[in-house]
């Protein structure tokens, strides 16, 4: 079962470490089309956290389309679907690569290190094989 953590204090705030766990889970099929997620009060009461900061990350969630809330039922992993205009996402991955490459470069690693680590990776995530693509 997927279940998750934060950290209080953390330089993340908690409703980002929720949305940020959550996307993975669905990026790496540990959650899958219709699995449910806990109710609101329900991941308060377990996170001992303030309702409103699981409210909030439902809610952006939901508005990116990665959950969908059925009114009575819960809040469920949605079906795949494009919510932002192609320049959106195009400004969304420019924006994510540009603090992760901040932030590995400072760490002093390589290049080449980098699109090693990243293909490993996305081997991980997604299940396929980085240099089959290559030739695509």
């Known amino acids: 079962m997927f279940e998750l953590q934060v950290t209080p204090g953390g330089n993340r705030p908690i409703y980002r470490q929720i949305i940020d766990q959550v ?6 099929s540990e959650l899958a089309v219709g699995d449910g997620l806990p109710s609101v009060r329900q991941l308060a009461e377990e996170l001992v ?7 909030k990350a439902y809610a952006e969630l939901v508005r990116e389309g990665v959950l969908e809330s059925q009114h009575g039922r819960g809040v469920f992993v949605a079906k795949r679907r494009r919510v932002f205009s192609a320049s959106e996402r195009k400004r969304r991955l420019d924006q994510a690569m540009n603090v992760f490459l901040s932030e590995v470069l ?13 293909a490993k990776r996305l081997d991980q995530m997604t299940g396929s094989k980085a240099e089959e693509s290559e030739g695509d």
């Open 23 to 28: 996307r993975q889970a669905v990026a790496t």
């Open 49 to 55: 956290l303030n309702h409103n900061t699981v409210a």
């Open 106 to 118: 400072t760490l002093d690693y390589t290049p080449q290190q980098i699109e090693e680590a990243v």
